[in-house]
């Protein structure tokens, strides 16, 4: 094995020691990013690390109509907390090369989740606003 190969291979145990240790604590760091994430793509958990968010939706506040970007994001974490690290990768990705994400079952568990969240604290329903394509503000709608 000469220099690089070693190199190559203590950077990837360190990577993966990283991502253990982290996958331990089980609780996400939210960044909000200064930078668009590619298409219309608002956030992305990506776990054990954390949430990623676009910075416009820094101020959102929750309401009664629909879910914000973090509490959407939030659910996605629980699936992970719930699934397991590479349980949460394998289902999400398989699915996503089948059905994208807009039809995605784990999308549509995540909306539903924290709609059933709002719901419990009381929120009543409105009719005032329409959902956008990932489902987000489609709480009106179930
Ligand atoms: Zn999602």
């Not at 959407?72 to 059905?99: D, I, P, R, V």
Request: proline share 5%.
């Amino acid at each position: 094995m000469n220099f690089l190969n070693k190199k190559r291979s203590f950077i990837l145990g360190l990577i993966f020691i990283v991502l253990f240790i982290l996958n331990q604590f089980k609780s996400p760091i939210v960044i909000f990013l200064p930078v668009d994430l590619p298409g219309n793509l608002k956030a992305s958990t990506i776990p054990p690390i954390g949430i990623f968010i676009e910075r416009q939706y820094k101020g959102e506040i929750p309401n009664s109509k629909w879910c914000t970007v973090l509490q959407h994001e939030l659910e996605h974490w629980e699936q992970y907390k719930t699934m397991g690290l590479l349980s949460f990768y394998y289902n999400y990705l398989l699915e996503y090369a089948k059905s994208g994400r807009i039809d995605h079952w784990m999308e549509k568990e995540s909306n539903k989740n924290c709609k059933q969240k709002l719901n419990e604290i009381g929120l009543k329903k409105t009719n005032s606003e329409t959902p956008d394509s990932i489902g987000y503000k489609e709480y009106e709608n179930s």
